[in-house]
């Protein structure tokens, strides 16, 4: 916002709500700024987008970025979301496809892999549906394990050791991106390989694949900007994310005693030693 002019206590003033992983919260934060008469909502997320819709028909929101706006019903187009509603997707079937992928490359032998999943996301029921394609055409059977904070990281992934699972996949969500150090820390403890998203690998995890979020939250700075100017959002199209990265821990490889392929290091865009 700073490189496009703005200036807090100057020119724009931000009101900020943050809900901790606590998606109970969301419906009560979007009805609070939508009291205050913001000129634009910002969020990211599925569970904040739908929120700040209900809140709100004729203040305009910005998502951050968003698994899958389409299949969130919070567009009908990208070309022409109309409405309120306009921002940056990624389209989390084709990443979680993708994921299975380098999974299934770097451990050829992988065959069971456990799903880390936030139990209170009210997205979590339609993750494993969406999985299951890709699951099926690399002949992987997924588990789902459900935890609603990180006191309960240990026992989930305890429970994927004694259901056999062979390698973890952990969703993207506030609460567990927010908690990624913990979730790696049980990762490790149990001995499991693990992918997910940048962070996950910074903390700790295996490997990364996703999408450069702080490159869409700029983007959001724009799409800010230019409704400020008077666009209408639901004339703004919806971004595709095009810059994904993928990232390997050979420090945990170390410790998990794994080999990663070749093939797989010459693909990474970061390594860390």
Same mark, same amino acid.
């Given at each position: 916002?700073?490189?496009?002019?703005?200036?807090?206590?100057?020119?724009?003033?931000?009101?900020?709500?943050?809900? =901790?992983?606590?998606?109970?919260? %969301? #419906?009560?934060?979007?009805?609070?700024? !939508?009291? &205050?008469?913001?000129?634009?909502? $910002?969020?990211?997320?599925?569970?904040?987008?739908?929120?700040?819709?209900?809140?709100?028909?004729?203040?305009?929101?910005?998502?951050?970025?968003?698994?899958?706006?389409?299949?969130?019903?919070?567009?009908?187009?990208?070309?022409?979301?109309?409405?309120?509603?306009?921002?940056?997707?990624?389209?989390?079937?084709?990443?979680?496809?993708?994921?299975? =992928?380098?999974?299934?490359?770097? %451990? #050829?032998?992988?065959?069971?892999?456990? !799903?880390? &999943?936030?139990?209170?996301?009210? $997205?979590?029921?339609?993750?494993?549906?969406?999985?299951?394609?890709?699951?099926?055409?690399?002949?992987?059977?997924?588990?789902?394990?459900?935890?609603?904070?990180?006191?309960?990281?240990n026992g989930a992934f305890s429970a994927m050791v004694a259901k056999r699972v062979?390698?973890?996949?952990?969703?993207?969500?506030?609460?567990?991106?927010?908690?990624?150090?913990?979730?790696?820390?049980?990762? %490790?403890?149990?001995?499991?390989?693990?992918?997910?998203? &940048?962070?996950?690998?910074?903390?700790?995890g295996l490997m990364a694949y996703g999408v450069n979020v702080l490159e869409m939250w700029r983007r959001a700075a724009i799409f800010v900007?230019?409704?400020?100017?008077?666009?209408?959002?639901?004339?703004?199209?919806?971004?595709?994310?095009?810059?994904?990265?993928?990232?390997?821990?050979?420090?945990?490889?170390?410790?998990?005693?794994?080999?990663?392929?070749?093939?797989?290091?010459?693909?990474?865009?970061?390594?860390?030693?």
């Open positions: 916002m700073r490189e496009l002019g703005y200036e807090e206590g100057k020119n724009v003033v931000i009101e900020f709500r943050w809900a =901790e992983g606590k998606y109970g919260r %969301l #419906p009560d934060f979007a009805a609070e700024l !939508v009291r &205050l008469k913001v000129d634009v909502i $910002v969020t990211h997320g599925t569970p904040g987008a739908r929120a700040a819709m209900r809140a709100t028909t004729t203040i305009p929101i910005v998502v951050a970025t968003v698994g899958d706006a389409i299949a969130s019903g919070l567009v009908t187009s990208l070309a022409r979301p109309g409405g309120n509603v306009t921002g940056s997707t990624y389209f989390d079937r084709e990443t979680v496809a993708k994921r299975l =992928e380098v999974l299934r490359d770097a %451990l #050829p032998r992988t065959r069971r892999v456990g !799903v880390l &999943l936030n139990a209170t996301n009210p $997205v979590s029921p339609q993750i494993l549906q969406a999985m299951s394609p890709a699951a099926k055409s690399l002949k992987m059977e997924l588990q789902q394990f459900g935890v609603r904070g990180p006191e309960e990281f062979d390698a973890v996949m952990i969703y993207e969500d506030a609460m567990l991106i927010g908690n990624a150090k913990a979730a790696m820390d049980a990762a %490790l403890i149990t001995r499991l390989p693990s992918i997910g998203r &940048l962070e996950f690998a910074e903390a700790g900007d230019k409704i400020l100017k008077g666009a209408k959002p639901g004339d703004l199209p919806v971004e595709r994310a095009t810059r994904f990265e993928l990232v390997i821990n050979m420090k945990t490889a170390k410790t998990l005693g794994l080999k990663i392929p070749n093939s797989i290091l010459v693909r990474a865009d970061r390594v860390i030693e």
